[in-house]
Nanobody, 120 residues
């Protein structure tokens, strides 16, 4: 089992930045970590993923060049640095974990989500 707890969401203006954190506990070492998001009335979509060792990453095209995923193994924490935010980035952001998360799969483990709102 893996437990995930997100933090760092909030309200920001267009063009601003936020950093999300996800603290992982349990059997973390065999899992890739990542982020998904879900806007009101829409599907939950992939945002970014990183291997547990940090050497491999994957991003959705919509966030490439603006978002950066990173991991601190000593703290068992994954981060999502979000820059140049747009109103369309408004969503609930979910941390996720799965051994195959660097492939397009539906993750096994989820956090509770954190709201990000970008005002225009």
């Amino acid at each position: 089992q893996v437990q995930l707890v997100e933090s760092g969401g909030g309200l920001v203006q267009t063009g601003g930045s936020l950093r999300l954190s996800c603290a992982a506990s349990g059997r973390t070492f065999s899992n890739a970590m990542g982020w998904f998001r879900q806007a009101p009335g829409k599907n939950r979509d992939f945002v970014a993923a990183i291997s547990w060792g940090g050497g491999r990453t994957r991003y959705a095209d919509s966030v490439k060049g603006r978002f950066t995923i990173s991991i601190d193994n000593a703290k068992s924490t994954v981060y999502l640095q979000m820059n140049s935010l747009k109103p369309e980035d408004t969503a609930v952001y979910y941390c996720a974990a799965d051994p195959q998360l660097l492939s397009p799969i539906w993750p096994k483990y989820w956090g509770q989500g954190t709201q990000v709102t970008v005002s225009s």
